[in-house]
């Protein structure tokens, strides 16, 4: 005789219980999810995975021209020195590719709810589950654009044009990328939960992002930033990260503790919020898409 199993779906009482056991439970479905996101992304296209690396090195040549060469935008950040200047071209592809990821992590988890709404419909598994596989497909798209960043990191070195500076701080680059995962899986949980009732939202996400993006320093050095703006400044999470990737392998630029120390509180606080927001609306979301 078979054994019957029964599953008991109970209401959420508590807005910031994730019932990480289940969702861990879900794994496989994640990993399903993240195969399915990653092919869907690049099926009928010519150059495939490809994209993930022409998209961010065509940026980057861009800047490169456009604020390297004639706007002539510094790449020296504030205690840096004119003897430590790296090449133009490795320091904005260092932020192109930070800031890839978090734009286009925000991206596909701001509309977890609108793009899954079909099958959310109809089986039930963990909400957590969709925006987590967003965020680690887009992952995989930043572990192809970094080794990128490492080949051309090391072809300069070969040709002479800039040392061996690894930071000091190099053991703290799996927990940038651990807080650069919270930060955008954060602020895209909130905004896909505003738009399940505010679809006007949804028209504002690119835009927000091109914004947020004039405010972190993906195109200039923090040298352009006045001083008296500075504290303001930090405050965006995405600036302690980009600057702290850089300086982790170029070894120069801007590291300051008491300002990452704050970026992680404001990542940690985003993305609290995003799930108390989360956990509010998956209760009702069917009702509102």
Not at 65 to 70: A, H
Request: proline share 3%.
């Amino acid at each position: 005789m078979e054994q019957q199993f029964k599953t008991v779906i109970t209401a959420n009482s508590k807005w910031i219980n994730l019932h990480l056991k289940e969702t861990y439970e879900y794994r496989d479905l994640i990993f399903l999810f993240v195969r399915r996101d990653f092919v869907s992304k690049y099926k009928q296209t010519i150059l495939g995975p490809l994209w993930a690396v022409i998209q961010p090195l065509l940026t980057t040549i861009v800047f490169t021209v456009i604020f390297g060469s004639l706007a002539n935008l510094t790449t020296l950040d504030v205690k840096a020195t004119e003897e430590t200047v790296i090449p133009a071209f490795l320091f904005y592809m260092a932020g192109t590719i930070c800031w890839s990821y978090f734009s286009s992590t925000v991206s596909s988890t701001a509309n977890t709810f609108i793009t899954n709404s079909s099958i959310m419909g109809k089986v039930y598994f963990p909400r957590l589950v969709s925006p987590a596989a967003s965020t680690i497909s887009n992952l995989i798209s930043f572990g192809i654009q970094f080794a990128m960043f490492l080949i051309f990191l090391l072809y300069f070195i070969w040709k002479g044009k800039m040392e061996i500076r690894l930071s000091g701080y190099l053991f703290l680059f799996p927990i940038l990328i651990i807080q650069m995962m919270m930060l955008a899986m954060g602020v895209g949980i909130i905004v896909s939960a505003l738009t399940t009732k505010y679809r006007d939202l949804a028209m504002l996400i690119g835009f927000g992002l091109q914004l947020w993006q004039y405010g972190t320093p993906v195109a200039y050095g923090l040298r352009l930033v006045p001083e008296k703006y500075m504290k303001i400044y930090m405050l965006n999470p995405m600036t302690p990260i980009i600057t702290s990737f850089r300086y982790i392998f170029f070894g120069t630029g801007y590291f300051h503790a008491g300002y990452y120390g704050v970026g992680w509180g404001n990542t940690m606080i985003l993305f609290v919020l995003g799930i108390v927001l989360f956990n509010k609306v998956e209760r009702t979301f069917m009702d509102t898409i």
